[in-house]
């Protein structure tokens, strides 16, 4: 059973979003808030995952929310009516799993939950583009083969079977994963270990979600 938190300041959204999710049988709601500090008071405990309105009537700031919320031990799954790169990629730097537009149905965004519960990422497909070609502050360009070697690397595969993933061969491979840490190295963000090269999937949002 996967426990689910709602943050959103739509009160007809949340309801008819919370009412919903209680007829998934593996997903369980234990509280629902217009605000992060409302959750956090009234939450009867932690819930697995928090899905979060991006932008609340409080006026407070989304990517202090996502932080508030993943420093309080929490995975945190984003939905908005906003599709813009800009804030997805914001948000998965400051530690959020997932990022979804609200056009998508009900079911995705339970599916999303459940990825997201298990610690794998869950992001609106229309993002993929933008996210991958961002080249904002500390987001080093990478081509599409340094991309896909660093993601199938940095989920836990061994060299070889990223190669063999990728269709190379595992020096070639291991040119790919020197070239991304030599990227982010220049764009000020060091990366020396695999867990580095995760922390760099997750913060820059590098594993989409499917349609």
């Not at 996967?2 to 709601?29: E, N």
């Not at 997932?98 to 995705?108: E, F, M, S």
Request: charged fraction near 25%; hydrophobic fraction near 45%.
């Amino acid at each position: 059973m996967i426990t689910v938190s709602v943050v959103d300041d739509d009160r007809m959204l949340l309801d008819g979003m919370t009412a919903w999710l209680c007829d998934a049988p593996d997903l369980r709601i234990v509280a629902s808030a217009t605000t992060v500090t409302e959750l956090l008071a009234i939450e009867p405990e932690p819930a697995q995952v928090v899905v979060l309105d991006l932008l609340l009537a409080d006026g407070s700031d989304p990517v202090a929310n996502v932080r508030r919320l993943c420093d309080d031990g929490r995975r945190v799954l984003v939905v908005s009516v906003i599709p813009q790169a800009r804030h997805g990629i914001d948000i998965a730097r400051a530690g959020a799993l997932g990022y979804l537009t609200k056009d998508h149905r009900l079911p995705v965004l339970a599916d999303a939950i459940r990825e997201v519960a298990t610690g794998r990422h869950a992001h609106s497909p229309e993002l993929a583009f933008a996210w991958s070609t961002d080249d904002g502050p500390g987001s080093p360009r990478l081509s599409g083969q340094e991309r896909a070697v660093l993601v199938a690397y940095a989920s836990g595969l061994t060299l070889a079977a990223t190669a063999r993933k990728a269709g190379v061969s595992p020096a070639t491979a291991r040119q790919y994963l020197d070239r991304v840490k030599a990227k982010y190295g220049d764009a000020g963000r060091p990366t020396y270990t695999k867990l580095d090269l995760a922390d760099r999937v997750r913060e820059d949002g590098l594993v989409r979600y499917p349609a």
